[in-house]
């Protein structure tokens, strides 16, 4: 018999006890006869031995724990052995039996049903062991196990919802027991699941005495989970010019995979390409392996182009083929005219009149400054490619700008002559584009574009402020205060932030050097946005004698070598006077030393700007303002005489120094999101030397930015420029590219490379994306994705297209419509139905329903109000969740059991695993603690030692 401690620690004290009764008794100075004197030791030894066991709580083994088990079997379409279920319950039975278990029997797929109510396993002889075996006679206490390969539930599998079947595995168990019995859900499955809700589940299980017992599926597995994951196309293509058709695949396994699309258009089928490609880890969690491949197709024929992406696994793989294609739909329209607004003789306009459809539509060039005038110009074109303009080129209040304002606002003429959509707007950069080019922040041309011309400063700046405090600062001037008095003022509204006069930003780092016949650091350059050190510095200028220019140079040099700002300003306020002697020679290599010239045409990293302290041209020391002079234009700077001026001056120079905020001129790389509009151009983008900085727009996507150069060294705290923008103004679509086409940067750009199908590509997807809006009703915007058990969510955002507000109060209704072209039954179904539903409102402009979705292919959405403005796209219905992963997934299955707690794990061998968890089940058997009787019969044997001990000293 089993018997355990509760507190074993004690039984280290036995030998010890032992050891010390024997010697004590030993030791007595009375002693008994032989025979009395080994009873009392008998009593001692007792009585010591019964404590022992007592405070080390010996207990008694009680009644052995029953054992409660639901067996759960996923038969969804993804296990498609369902032999599988059949073998596995075989396995459970043999493995538990010896334990008489009580059994439930659940088969699942997108809803439970039960198979097997809770009871005692059935006779050996009434067990089915094979699929389709005779049903004994029912017996009320012991009701037939049933075969699960061949369930009494009707089971739907197109979907798998693992949280329902653990909920509903969880009901089975009777209520409380003493003591409660074992209780586990053996979960057999692949851990696929389509619905989402499995993790609740599982973490109910989590102290509620209910063990998880997953127990894969051994029949499922190897590479059959690959499939067509996705395939992107654009809305629609012009005639004749080129698409992308790109298609993702993926699976759990890498393994080398075939891709083929063919075209099914206006009756007619056509091989468009195949391309090998290795699925390769993606290293996300729950992602598996992934590949993408993009195959191009020009269509030659007007109307809807159909695509089918087909897997084509290696030979020896399995042949199940219900998730191995995906379709897509292109509409090809007619030719599309451009507006192209640029310069004379600038490269995009010498491009075109070499090649006319260069960029894949028809151009009509208008070079700077005759721009159309009117609306009505814009007319009949699909939209407006404008190039690197400034605001000379384009004003701010042209006749031009408001033009095509009303143009971007009104949208094209269709074939039909009513309104088609929204004007396409694709602005390109350059040296004199966007912020760089003078635009107004806030203005017109802004207004239309998905970006805002002021960047975010990211730029490091230092400005070192010299200060000649010799007796000539001391001079009255015509106000009554000293040119010092003036100086102090004028930096001071300079420098304090928040200041309606103040001329830096707040990352800005000053510091201030006062010099006369030597130079002193009286505040050192600093970070502190407030300038409290600074401020506080100007208040302890105090005027000297003798000055000594040289000495001021040498110690800027010293400050700035131990400075790391991207930008140095260095600014002296002088009249140029030297009494210390220094020779001219001297002085314009000190200023050589703190301002060296940039190397390779680059950009001068410190400047130095003189201003002169005279208040007039008598008060005005020509010698000194003309060896100023010299030594700013050495710096890289300018000089400014009028010391009345000094503030306005010295603004201009911060101001002339804030162009590069606009553009930037260093090696870059790039960061894409996958989007149809930079996919012609390829993933492999070169490494570019110019770009324009702007921001996006909170409602734009930046679908490319701008990261450092691979191995390039960081400079300061580069934030990444948005390079192409994409957004939306009212019914049109606008991009801006952050890119220019001119000079070296420009040949970057247009240059095609191994992957880089070059500027040319880039620019035509652009311009096809910004073209291509949504063909219906102005202000309309429509989503349709899957939303399970073979519903499409089909969701109307509607908007004014002039001020943008939400429309309200629509009554609109949509229409799911198959695209028949290309699309036949598969085994032996019907082709699906139309389908149509009154969308509902549910927030402002958005109104939404689910329609049934129908099998796999790609269908013609229309959406329309009862005032007959409608809109129509393609949209592309996948194959059921189901179907679009394959082979177990065992780290879901055994995070789910982490998850679960107790003693939940994984089945993988189930004569040992099944067993090891049934003997840990029986090891937390209940037990009945002997502790108070055996202190009261330690207690007992006690007093039975005094009595001998009190008989022996009355004999004595």
């Known amino acids: 018999m089993e018997y355990i401690f509760g507190a074993p620690g004690w039984l280290l004290l036995a030998l010890p006890v032992t050891a010390w009764v024997w010697l004590a008794t030993r030791r007595e100075d009375v002693r008994l006869a032989e025979r009395r004197w080994r009873y009392r030791l008998i009593f001692r030894g007792l009585t010591l031995l019964t404590l022992l066991l007592g405070l080390a ?149 989590n102290g509620s005495g209910i063990d998880l017992l997953a127990w894969p599926p051994a029949a499922v597995g190897g590479y059959d989970d690959v499939r067509v994951d996705r395939v992107q196309l654009p809305e629609r293509v012009p005639l004749g010019r080129g698409l992308n058709i790109e298609a993702t695949v993926a699976g759990q396994k890498p393994v080398e995979v075939t891709v083929r699309v063919g075209r099914w258009m206006n009756g007619k089928g056509t091989p468009v390409g195949s391309q090998k490609v290795r699925l390769a880890e993606t290293g996300e969690p729950g992602r598996g392996c ?49 507006a192209v607004l640029t310069r004379p003789n600038s490269m995009l306009a010498r491009w075109i009149k070499s090649r006319p459809r260069v960029l894949g539509a028809d151009a009509d060039v208008f070079l700077a400054p005759v721009f159309p005038a009117s609306a009505q110009a814009y007319r009949s074109y699909a939209g407006v490619l404008a190039d690197g303009l400034s605001a000379k080129e384009l004003p701010p209040d042209s006749p031009a700008l408001r033009a095509l304002t009303e143009a971007m606002q009104s949208g094209p003429e269709s074939e039909r002559g009513g309104v088609r959509g929204g004007l396409g707007l694709v602005a390109l950069g350059g040296d004199a584009a966007f912020g760089a080019g003078g635009h107004p922040l806030e203005g017109a041309w802004e207004n239309l574009l998905p970006v805002t011309f002021r960047p975010e400063e990211d730029r490091t700046r230092t400005i070192l402020f010299l200060v000649d405090v010799s007796s000539s600062m001391s001079q009255k001037m015509e106000r009554g205060d000293l040119k010092i008095g003036y100086a102090k003022e004028q930096l001071g509204l300079i420098v304090r932030p928040g200041d309606a006069g103040s001329a830096l930003q707040p990352g800005d780092r000053v510091g201030l050097v006062a010099f006369s016949g030597s130079a002193k650091v009286i505040a050192p350059v600093s970070p502190d946005p407030a300038r409290k050190g600074f401020i506080d510095a100007l208040g302890r200028l105090a005027i000297d004698r003798q000055t000594s220019l040289l000495a001021a140079l040498e110690k800027a040099r010293e400050l700035l070598e131990q400075d790391a700002s991207e930008e140095r ?7 140029g006077e030297d009494t210390a002697g220094a020779r001219d020679e001297d002085l314009e290599k000190a200023v050589a030393a703190l301002c060296p010239a940039p190397e390779g045409g680059g950009r001068r990293r410190t400047a130095f700007y003189a201003f002169g302290i005279g208040i007039d041209a008598r008060d005005t020391h020509e010698k000194g303002a003309a060896r100023l002079k010299r030594m700013a234009e050495l710096g890289g700077g300018a000089f400014y005489p009028e010391f009345l001026q000094f503030a306005n001056r010295l603004r201009e120079v911060f101001d002339e120094g804030r162009k590069d905020l606009y553009t930037r001129r260093e090696p870059f790389r790039v960061t894409l999101r996958p989007h149809p509009a930079v996919a012609p151009a390829g993933a492999a983008w070169p490494e570019l030397p110019f770009r324009n900085r702007v921001k996006a727009r909170p409602s734009s996507e930046a679908a490319v930015q701008s990261v450092p150069a691979k191995g390039a060294a960081a400079q300061g705290t580069r934030l990444p420029d948005p390079v192409v923008t994409l ?31 070059g500027g040319q590509a880039l620019l035509a997807g652009v311009m096809s994306w910004a073209e291509g809006r949504d ?72 109104y939404a329903a689910d329609l049934p979705a129908g099998r796999e292919g790609v269908y013609t959405l229309e959406v329309r109000d009862a005032a007959g403005r409608s809109h129509e796209q393609f949209v592309t219905v996948p194959y059921a969740e189901e179907f679009r992963r394959f082979g177990t997934d065992r780290g879901v299955l055994g995070a789910w059991t982490d998850r679960a707690g107790g003693t939940s794990r994984m089945i993988n061998q189930p004569d040992r695993d099944l067993k090891d968890w049934l003997a840990k089940q029986g090891s937390r058997r209940s037990y009945l603690s002997l502790r108070p009787a055996l202190l009261l019969l330690a207690a007992v044997f006690f007093l039975c030692e005094i009595a001998a001990r009190g008989m022996r000293a009355r004999r004595a």
């Open 775 to 846: 063909a219906g009703a102005e202000g309309w915007r429509v989503e349709a994705e899957p939303a399970g058990g073979g519903r499409l969510r089909v969701t109307l955002f509607a908007e004014d297209a002039r001020s943008g507000q939400p429309r309200n109060g629509l009554k609109v209704s949509a229409r799911l419509t198959p695209l028949f072209d290309g699309l036949t039954p598969v085994r032996g179904e019907e082709l699906p139905a139309e389908q149509a539903a009154e969308l509902l409102p549910e927030a402002p402009g958005r």
């Open 569 to 575: 300003l260095v600014v002296m306020l002088s009249d």
């Open 290 to 338: 992934r590949a993408t491949v993009r195959i191009p197709d020009r269509p030659e024929e007007l109307g809807v182009a159909q695509y089918k992406v087909t897997l084509e696994v290696p030979p020896g793989l399995s042949d199940f083929t219900r998730n191995n294609a995906l379709y897509g739909a292109v509409r090809v329209e007619g030719p599309r005219r451009w």
């Open 57 to 205: 709580d010996l207990r008694w083994p009680g009644e052995t724990r029953a054992v409660q088990l639901v067996a759960a079997y996923d038969l969804s379409a993804s296990v498609y052995d369902r032999n599988a279920a059949s073998l596995a319950q075989a396995d459970l039975v043999a493995a538990v039996e010896d334990a008489d278990p009580e059994m439930a029997v659940v088969v699942f797929g997108r809803a439970p049903g039960q198979e097997r109510v809770l009871a005692k396993l059935p006779p050996p002889a009434a067990r089915p062991r094979t699929r389709g075996a005779a049903e004994p006679p029912p017996d009320p206490d012991r009701p037939p196990l049933g075969d699960p390969a061949a369930p009494r539930s009707a089971i739907d599998a197109q979907a798998s919802d693992y949280g329902a079947a653990i909920d509903f595995a969880r009901g089975q168990f009777t209520g409380a027991q003493d003591p409660p019995p074992a209780r586990a859900i053996v979960l057999g499955g692949d851990g696929l699941d389509t619905q989402g809700r499995a993790d609740l589940a599982v973490a109910s299980l």
């Open 727 to 757: 957004g939306r103004l009212g019914a049109s679509r606008t991009a801006a590219l952050a890119l220019t086409l001119e000079g070296e940067a420009g040949m970057a750009l247009l240059s095609p490379g191994e992957d880089w199908k």
